[in-house]
């Protein structure tokens, strides 16, 4: 299966009609290393059962990252006000005995008790009114708004991540243009230093000198490193083309590692001046690509 790359950051928000009640449903997601699903209903009893759907529901659009679904009442849609006259006497009794019992002078009015009838406790939906086909249609809408909004966000991040490996590119390339003349190089440098400490007495040893230049063009040898670094980049094109495969995050992440350590063995193994600039260049870029890489999915 084929897809493009998603952000693990995105937002969306949905709306749902249960009873006379109307419910907001918003589901955040964040960077995370895992799956982590949060539900949080203020002043809301969420039933198990729909709870289970939700989190159901959101796993099913999200691989990995730490999403939280909250809900909240939004008010009460009604074309006509319903009033419980037993439910205004009893609040009216309550805070009437309250009333006298705190020696207040004031009787309770109706903006009172209708005050009171509009508080928290009154606007607690019970868990037996909100049903998973009552509030699936908001968990929807915030799916598809987040799906939305992380696809938008991981086409970015993708145009950013394959700018900073095509500077990947062409840096092992020049490196790999520099390397055949190391052994060159490194000669040189060996007989500058020999001819420092040499003495009339003790001329330099031709045959030494070139036994010498072959050992350590054998320890600058980093032909196999830079054939892994081109095939781990080559990967890296992959992930990051129009036909990436869905959830390729990790594989990015652990190719970006892969990419690391070649460009520190090779770092480690050449000592030359050119190659060692193009490598610190490399680990930046590299570094780089890491943090914009632990935003994909």
């Known amino acids: ?3 493009c790359l998603l952000s693990m950051t995105g937002f969306g928000r949905g709306i749902a009609e249960v009873g ?27 039933p198990a059962v729909v709870e289970t759907e939700i989190v159901r529901a959101v796993r099913a659009q999200v691989v990995r990252g730490t999403v939280t679904v909250t809900i909240r009442e939004e008010g009460v849609h009604a074309p006509e006000a319903i009033i419980d006259l037993a439910v205004v006497r009893q609040a009216h009794a309550v805070l009437e005995t309250l009333r006298r019992e705190l020696g207040l002078p004031r009787p309770v009015d109706l903006s009172t008790v ?16 909100m049903t998973w086909e009552g509030v699936r249609p908001a968990v929807e809408q915030a799916l598809q708004e987040m799906q939305v909004m992380r696809a938008r966000e991981g086409a970015a991040l993708a145009t950013d ?17 520099l390397v055949p003349g190391l052994p060159t190089r490194a000669a040189r440098k060996l007989e500058e230093r020999l001819a420092t400490v040499a003495t009339s007495a003790a001329a330099l040893d031709p045959g030494r000198l070139v036994q010498e230049v072959a050992l350590l063009a054998e320890k600058l040898d980093v032909s196999e490193e830079l054939v892994r670094l081109r ?20 594989r990015i992440d652990f190719l970006v590692q892969e990419v690391g350590r070649e460009i520190n063995t090779i770092g480690s193994k050449v000592q030359d001046a050119p190659i060692a600039a193009l490598v610190v260049e490399g680990k930046a870029e590299l570094e780089k690509l890491r943090e914009q890489a632990q935003n994909i999915e």
């Open 20 to 46: 006379v009640r109307r419910l907001m449903v918003e589901i955040r997601s964040l960077n995370g290393r895992g799956s982590e699903v949060k539900l949080r209903g203020r002043d809301l009893d969420v």
């Open 161 to 177: 991540l394959r700018q900073r490996l095509d500077r990947l590119r062409t840096l092992a390339a020049r490196i790999a243009e």
């Open 231 to 250: 095939t781990h980049l080559h990967h890296l094109g992959e992930l990051l083309s129009d036909a990436a495969p869905e959830a390729a995050g990790r």
């Open 114 to 129: 209708a005050a009171f009838l509009a508080g928290p406790a009154a606007r607690h939906v019970r868990g037996d009114e």
């Open 1 to 3: 299966m084929s897809t």
